[in-house]
């Protein structure tokens, strides 16, 4: 049976959950199906979406601005006065969601969530499912539940997050560590989890072409790919460089990475400064969407998080054959397995770190059979093909 199947994100940002979103549809089972991809008119990827769905799926467009964004310049009488017309500006808003949804008539809905509690758009557009009697609505976390803030903002989050969950038929996320995290949070026992999946193709640039774009030659290669931000770990990578070079004077890292946090990212040239590594440490700042074709370049992928609900690159070094060295944290050690694809080390500690680099790169000819070994996994458990086929199964049956 044909099923209409909308899709929603409700960011204003581009990131690791967008690519989950394309790989869903592009690995989508069934042709027979009708696939809608909503954004926000303010999403920053809608000529990525556009480019990486191609005919797989309609892309539709929802203009709607965030309620909580405040306007510069405006007095706190006028930011107050903003804040107290809020309730007045959400009905109105979830009226013209409902219409959105009425007029496409989808039978089953995924609302995708970089983060949780869901932002002010998330709640409006899954209201308006609930308003429209969609009859499967499916909630995807891709992160660990909010935890910095007042005590009276974690508080209301946190009744948010209790309701959200009881408003959706089925509540996914994309890691074991991250479905423990959420089931406490919201008090329910009801949360599924689906390993993210990639696709299998990598791309085909020449390796030379890749190693120019970069700026590099000669030497191992360490490399990382992430959010310029604390949560990302990338300052410990950088103190870890120092005994590294010790043992490996010719070597280089590069750190590709999108301005998230422009003081972490300004940190980082701080920290490169002090310790004496330009030349040997690249920073290369800015969104590049295709950032994990250069993982074919690196000889160890170095992941330091400080948490990670998954962990994308980990699968993308994997499907390019190459070790992981990442932090023992949340989904990553549901993806990596120690001495056999690559290295854990202890999060927040760079000797640690080192040493999982030194390690592989002492020993080339393991680090191979352990890129081996994580493109086997990789193929076996973690293609895109194979979560598009758990999401079907839970939205149409």
Request: proline share 5%; charged share 25%.
């Amino acid at each position: 049976m044909t099923r209409k199947v909308m899709f929603f994100t409700h960011s204003f940002l581009i990131g690791g959950d967008d690519t989950v979103l394309m790989d869903i549809i592009t690995g989508w089972p069934s042709r027979e199906d009708r696939l809608l991809m909503v954004i926000n008119s303010a999403h920053p990827g809608r000529d990525l979406y556009a480019s990486r769905l191609g005919s797989r799926a309609e892309l539709h467009i929802l203009d709607e601005k965030s309620i909580t964004e405040r306007k510069r310049g405006l007095s706190r009488v006028l930011t107050g006065l903003q804040q107290l017309a809020r309730p007045f500006r959400f009905l109105p808003s979830v009226r013209r969601c409902a219409r959105f949804i009425r007029d496409r008539k989808p039978d089953a809905f995924l609302l995708s969530s970089g983060g949780y509690p869901l932002s002010d758009l998330g709640w409006r557009f899954l209201l308006a499912a609930r308003i429209c009697r969609v009859p499967r609505i499916v909630l995807l976390i891709h992160n660990y539940p909010a935890h910095q803030g007042s005590f009276l903002k974690l508080r209301l989050l946190r009744l948010f997050g209790l309701l959200a969950p009881r408003l959706c038929g089925k509540t996914v996320t994309v890691s074991k560590d991250c479905a423990a995290a959420l089931a406490e949070y919201a008090k329910t026992k009801d949360i599924q989890c689906i390993h993210n999946g990639i696709s299998a193709d990598g791309g085909s640039r020449p390796r030379v072409d890749k190693i120019k774009d970069l700026g590099v030659d000669g030497g191992p290669l360490i490399g990382a790919i992430g959010h310029l931000e604390e949560r990302k770990g990338l300052r410990y990578l950088v103190q870890a460089m120092p005994r590294i070079l010790r043992e490996f004077p010719d070597a280089k890292a590069v750190i590709i990475g999108q301005d998230t946090d422009a003081r972490y990212a300004d940190g980082l040239y701080d920290i490169i400064r002090e310790k004496g590594l330009e030349g040997r440490v690249r920073l290369l700042r800015g969104f590049l969407p295709d950032a994990a074709q250069y993982l074919e370049c690196f000889d160890v992928c170095v992941i330091p998080s400080v948490y990670e609900s998954f962990g994308l690159v980990a699968l993308e070094a994997m499907r390019c054959r190459r070790p992981v060295a990442a932090a023992a944290v949340g989904g990553l050690k549901e993806i990596v397995v120690d001495g056999e694809t690559g290295r854990l080390f202890a999060p927040r500690d760079p000797d640690a770190l080192a040493e999982a680099v030194l390690d592989l790169l002492r020993s080339p000819e393991a680090a191979s059979r352990m890129g081996a070994k994580g493109y086997e996994r990789f193929a076996g458990y973690f293609t895109k093909e194979r979560m598009a086929q758990e999401y079907r199964r839970l939205l149409c049956g």
